[in-house]
């Protein structure tokens, strides 16, 4: 039976122009958040499946690539349940390995940490457009930090980076999840419902207001609760600020200093940015972990027509590991689909070193083969990228293949 040469369903295989174009990335998200005071950390692919399992995941925790137990662990004959056969999966994201990272390196560590991660994660998803099951993600995150600072520097460097990459006009939204819970709560919904309630409002844009109240009276909620739910929206709407309408019409309600702490990272940012962009107050947002306490984000793009980077502040996921709530924060890119609107849009790699392909003809004579050994030495030397290959039959089909990867000068080199 022949093997099979394609990649398994929602995994790719990276050609050489990708390859470079991720390598580019790559480098500048390092070299700009390196600007910013974040430091390089890895953590391994493979997690104990509690932490992975730990209900802070939401709906990612339910396409988990599980590890079975190996040797003598594993006895199939004996289990009963999934327990029984599994005990570590592969990653689903940066965060939760994070904390586990901070809860066992803390003493080793300055306080506040600005960490930066680059690494591979598993979701078995369906796959789709910018969308796969092994994927790059790119994430800082600030601990030990708990005022607004965190979420201003995280702003800024995420920004400061996509503006590097030329692209221009994007939106950063931006809420609280403490605004969202008091809202719900002041419209008459308990605690126990605000989740059901927050999955409902995050189809906003795509049933609308109609469809949001339709599905929660669909879902047992009183009228009354819903309207008033509903109707604090449309008044934000037409507020002259809705921050100010929202600090008046929860007063009482809402935590004192969430509605400052959003005007302190609205005017810091929008004085300081480096790049085009819109910061707005989303009421809307909710993004779906559950790990989330306090500030959220996201950054929308035309050119992609959904979130392309998120994040938000999740002060007590690393308690889980050691029993006292470190403040936490942070900001990741999406990393594929960054690259995926670069290459769509024959983005130019700046300052790339000239890449030049000397062809030789075959059974060169060992002194002529040297000569062109040496003037590729002193090419490189230079910082030109040389590629020293053998003259195929079809010269025009392999030029034609070298240029697709970059190769704008051509040499050749024969025995006569």
């Known amino acids: 039976m022949a093997l099979k040469k394609k990649p398994v369903t929602g995994m790719k ?39 992975l399992c730990s209900k802070q995941g939401g709906d990612n925790e339910k396409l988990i690539f599980k590890i079975m137990k190996r040797g003598e662990k594993l006895n199939l004959e004996q289990a009963k349940e999934e327990a029984d056969l599994t005990d570590s999966g592969l990653r689903y994201d940066l965060t939760v390995p994070l904390s586990r990272f901070y809860a066992n390196n803390a003493n080793d560590l300055p306080t506040p940490f600005k960490a930066l991660q680059i690494g591979s994660v598993w979701r078995a998803d369906r796959p789709q457009r910018g969308r796969f099951r092994q994927f790059v993600q790119c994430d800082i995150d600030i601990l030990g930090e708990a005022s607004c600072l965190a979420e201003i520097e995280l702003i800024l460097a995420t920004t400061t980076l996509l503006g590097k990459l030329n692209f221009k006009d994007f939106k950063v939204r931006i809420n609280e999840r403490r605004i969202l819970k008091a809202m719900a709560a002041y419209s008459g919904f308990t605690e126990d419902q605000y989740d059901q309630v927050f999955i409902i409002l995050d189809k906003m844009d795509k049933i609308g207001w109609d469809g949001v109240k339709a599905e929660l009276l669909e879902a047992g909620y009183p009228e009354k609760n819903v309207e008033t739910y509903v109707s604090m ?53 909710v993004r779906g972990m559950s790990y989330y306490t306090g500030t959220i984000f996201e950054i929308e793009m035309a050119e992609f027509g959904s979130s392309v980077a998120g994040g938000g502040r999740y002060d007590k996921m ?34 790339a070193a000239v890449k030049k392909a000397f062809l030789v003809e075959k059974n060169m004579p060992a002194e002529k083969l040297c000569g062109v050994l040496k003037e590729a030495k002193a090419e490189r030397e230079t910082g030109a990228q040389v590629l020293v290959a053998l003259m195929n039959k079809n010269k025009k089909f392999q030029k034609e293949q070298l240029a697709k990867e970059g190769y704008t000068e051509f040499k050749e080199y024969f025995n006569r």
């Open 233 to 285: 929206f449309g008044e934000m709407e037409n507020a002259e600020d809705s921050l100010v309408y929202l600090e008046e019409k929860l007063s009482g309600v809402l935590e004192d200093g969430v509605i400052d702490n959003l005007r302190m990272i609205r005017e810091s940012v929008e004085a300081t940015a480096a790049a085009q962009f819109r910061l707005v107050f989303d009421p809307t947002l």
């Open 13 to 51: 295989d990276i050609l050489p122009a990708e390859m470079q174009m991720r390598d580019y990335v790559t480098g500048l998200i390092k070299e700009t958040y390196k600007s910013f005071g974040f430091s390089p950390i890895e953590t391994p692919c493979v997690e104990h499946i509690e932490n």
């Open 318 to 351: 690393i308690g889980k590991f050691t029993g006292k709530d470190t403040p936490a924060c942070g900001f990741s890119i999406g990393f594929e689909r960054i690259v995926t609107i670069l290459m769509e849009q024959g983005f130019q790699i700046p300052g």
